[in-house]
C-alpha cells in the first residue's frame, strides 16, 4: 500500500488548514470569503467555520461488547484528549490514522464512520507511545486491536478485499505460533513474499545476497533445526479450545 | 534438568535469537558470564506470540506465561531473563496483566489445566528481565568498566533503544526492579557504552519505533521510519548504531539495503548489537563476536578505527 502523503490531497482549498480535516465532512465546512463580524474584518484564516453537529443513535450495546474483550477493556476511562494520536508514531504518515478518533467512533458504536477508515485501521506498529503517554491508562495500542476484532466482525467482506495481505499474514504468523509453537523467520518470509505476489523479489540481487549469505556462515541450517517444543501438542489443544470457546462467546454475547 | 545455582540465572532465548540472530545471543551469553552470571536457556521453550496474539484473549497471555512454568519447574527460577525486546514486552505484559485481573489469571490457569503440563497453578510471583536492565541492575556499570581490556575509544555509537524496552512503563518497570529506566529517556545503554569507552551521539530517534512488527505487510512505513532513524544518527556523526533487540536488526539492518535503494546513501550506517561492542571491549575477538553476521558490515568500521 502506498503512503498517503504521496498522494495527491484530496481537499486542496476548503478547510485545508484544520487539523485532521478528513474527519468533517464537505458539506459542514462553511468559508466565507470575506467576513466582518461585530465590525471586525477576519477576512484570513478566520473565515473557516466547521458547522456543529449533533452525534445520536449512540449503540451503547457495541461499547459493551468492547469493553468485555482483554485488549478493549479499558475504553470507558478514555476522555478525548488526544494525546495518543498526538505522539502516535504512523499518523505521520497515514494522516487519516487518529487513535482518538478511532476510541471515539468505538465510544459512540459509530459504525458507519468506522466503515470508512478500514484501510488504515490495521496500520498500527504497535509502539506503545500512545499507552506511556496517555494520562487515563487507556491502552490505545491494544485498543486498536480490539478496533481491528470489531472491523473483522461487522465488515468481513471489506476486511477480506482491502486487508487481504494483513489477513493473510496474520494467519500465517498464528499458524506458525499455535500449531509449531514457535517461529521460523525465513518460513514467514517467503510465505509471506508469496502471498503478497513478490515471489520474484526473493531471487534479486538483495534478497540473494542475504540468503547466500545466511547459506554460508550456517544460519540457514540452524532454521531447519528449531524444532517444536517438546509436548507442544497438549498446549496447542488447549489454545484451540480455548478460541473456540471464545469465538462462540463472542458471536453471541461477546466476552473473554 | 539441575536447579539453578548462584550465580547463574534462567534465559528465555526466543525463535530469532537461535536462528538469524545468534550473534545477539552468542555475545549475550559472552558478555554475561564474562561479568560472572552464566545464562541457562530454559527447555523446551515456546514462541511468546510476538504480538500477533493480541486479539487472542488469554491465549497470548499463556505463550509467555508457560516458559515462565517451564523455569520455575525444571530450573526452580521465579525470574527469567530475555535478550529480545518483544519478547520481553510480551512476558511483562501477560505478568502484569494477570497480576491486576484476577479474571485474566484463572482464564489462564484454565488453559494450563486443560494442558495438563505442570500439576500447579500459574502463580505471578516472577519477573521478566531484559538482558540491559538485568546487567545493569544486578551487576551495574562498575562491572562493565572492571571488565573493559580494549576500551572503544573514539567509536562513535548512536544507541537505539527502539519502543518496547522502555515502553509502556506500566508493564515494562514495574516495582520489582532496583533501578527504572526512564521510559522517554533511556540512559542503561548510555552508561554501558560509555563504560566501554565508547562515545555516545545524541540524535532525537532513541526511542522511535523502527516499524518492524509490520515489516512484512506496510514496508514503506518501516523503511520511511528507519530511514529517519538512520539518517538522524548518520547527520549526528555516529560511526554505528547500537541495538538491543533483533525485530529492530530485522527492520534496520536486514533491510538496510532495500532502505538504501529507497532512500539513498544517508540511510546506510553499520548496525551492531550492543552485547556484541561488549564483548569487543571485553577482550573476545570480532570473530567471537560475530560481527560478520551483520548484513550492514560493522567490520569494515571497525577495522578502519583498529579494533
Redesign the interface.
Known amino acids: 500500500?502506498?503512503?498517503e502523503k504521496h498522494e495527491s490531497r484530496p481537499v486542496a482549498e476548503k478547510g485545508e488548514h484544520i487539523i485532521a480535516r478528513h474527519l468533517i465532512e464537505d458539506e459542514n465546512i462553511k468559508e466565507e470569503k470575506n467576513l466582518v463580524i461585530d465590525g471586525v474584518d477576519v477576512s484570513g484564516r478566520w473565515n473557516t467555520f466547521i458547522i456543529s453537529r449533533v452525534d445520536s443513535e449512540f449503540d451503547r450495546s457495541f461499547f459493551e461488547e468492547i469493553k468485555k474483550?482483554?485488549?478493549g477493556?479499558r475504553i470507558n476511562r478514555c476522555w478525548q484528549c488526544g494525546m495518543c494520536t498526538a505522539s502516535c508514531?504512523?499518523t505521520p504518515?497515514?494522516r487519516r490514522f487518529n487513535p482518538r478518533a478511532f476510541i471515539y467512533m468505538m465510544q459512540l458504536g459509530n459504525l458507519k464512520e468506522l466503515k470508512k477508515y478500514i484501510d488504515v485501521a490495521?496500520?498500527c506498529?504497535?509502539?506503545?507511545?500512545c499507552?506511556?503517554r496517555c494520562p487515563k491508562?487507556v491502552?490505545p495500542?491494544?485498543m486498536m486491536?480490539?478496533l481491528?476484532?470489531v472491523i473483522k466482525k461487522y465488515f468481513p467482506e471489506e476486511v477480506e478485499t482491502k486487508l487481504k495481505?494483513?489477513e493473510e499474514?496474520?494467519k500465517i504468523?498464528?499458524d506458525?505460533?499455535?500449531g509449531h509453537?514457535?517461529?521460523?523467520?525465513?518460513k514467514?518470509?517467503t510465505s509471506?513474499m508469496q502471498k503478497?505476489g513478490r515471489t520474484k523479489e526473493l531471487l534479486g540481487k538483495?534478497e540473494r545476497?542475504?540468503i547466500l549469505?545466511?547459506a554460508k556462515?550456517g544460519?540457514a541450517f540452524?532454521?531447519l533445526k528449531?524444532g517444536k517444543?517438546?509436548?507442544?501438542g497438549?498446549?496447542r489443544?488447549?489454545?484451540e479450545?480455548?478460541?473456540h470457546k471464545?469465538n462462540t462467546i463472542e458471536n453471541g454475547e461477546a466476552g473473554? | 534438568m539441575d536447579k539453578l545455582k548462584e550465580n547463574q540465572a534462567a534465559y528465555y532465548p526466543g525463535c530469532a535469537l537461535l536462528t538469524i540472530d545468534r550473534a545477539y545471543n552468542n555475545s549475550s551469553k559472552l558478555v554475561s558470564k564474562k561479568m560472572g552470571i552464566e545464562l541457562v536457556e530454559i527447555p523446551d521453550y515456546n514462541c511468546c506470540g510476538i504480538g500477533e496474539m493480541k486479539s487472542k484473549g488469554a491465549a497470548s497471555m499463556y505463550m509467555p506465561l508457560r516458559n515462565m512454568m517451564l523455569a520455575k519447574n525444571r530450573l526452580g527460577s521465579k525470574n527469567l531473563v530475555m535478550a529480545c525486546s518483544v519478547c520481553y514486552h510480551e512476558f511483562s505484559r501477560s505478568i502484569a496483566r494477570v497480576k491486576e485481573n484476577q479474571n485474566e489469571l484463572s482464564a489462564v490457569n484454565e488453559i494450563f489445566k486443560e494442558a495438563g503440563e505442570f500439576n500447579e497453578e500459574f502463580i505471578p510471583d516472577g519477573e521478566a528481565r531484559h538482558i540491559l536492565e538485568f546487567l545493569y541492575n544486578e551487576k551495574g556499570v562498575e562491572e562493565v568498566k572492571k571488565n573493559v581490556v580494549k576500551p572503544l575509544k573514539g567509536l562513535k555509537v548512536a544507541p537505539y533503544y527502539g519502543c518496547l524496552y522502555s515502553r509502556p512503563s506500566m508493564y515494562t518497570f514495574t516495582d520489582k526492579k532496583p533501578k527504572m529506566d526512564n521510559s522517554e529517556r533511556p540512559r542503561f545503554m548510555h552508561e554501558f557504552l560509555e563504560a566501554l569507552g565508547a562515545e555516545t551521539v545524541f540524535y532525537g530517534n532513541e526511542v522511535q519505533c523502527c516499524g518492524g512488527r509490520n515489516v512484512v505487510q506496510d514496508e514503506e512505513t518501516s523503511f520511511t521510519l528507519c530511514s529517519q532513524t538512520i539518517s538522524k544518527a548518520k547527520k549526528a556523526g555516529a560511526d554505528v548504531i547500537a541495538l538491543i533487540c533483533p525485530k529492530c536488526a530485522g527492520a534496520l539492518d536486514v533491510n538496510q539495503p532495500k532502505i538504501v535503494e529507497k532512500f539513498g546513501k544517508d540511510s546506510e550506517l553499520p548496525i551492531v548489537y550492543l552485547t556484541q561492542l561488549m564483548a569487543l571491549a571485553f577482550g573476545f575477538s570480532k570473530k567471537e563476536a560475530e560481527f560478520s553476521d551483520m548484513i550492514s558490515e560493522p567490520l569494515k568500521v571497525l577495522n578502519e578505527k583498529g579494533f
Open positions: 500500500m502506498a503512503l474483550t482483554v485488549a477493556s508514531t504512523v504518515l497515514y490495521w496500520r506498529v504497535g509502539c506503545y507511545k499507552s506511556q491508562q491502552n495500542a491494544e486491536e480490539a481491528a476484532l495481505l494483513d499474514v496474520k504468523y498464528e506458525m505460533i499455535i509453537g514457535r517461529l521460523d523467520l525465513a514467514l518470509h509471506a503478497s538483495i545476497g542475504a549469505k545466511m556462515d544460519r540452524s532454521i528449531l517444543p517438546h509436548n507442544w497438549s498446549s489443544k488447549a489454545i479450545n480455548y478460541l471464545l473473554v
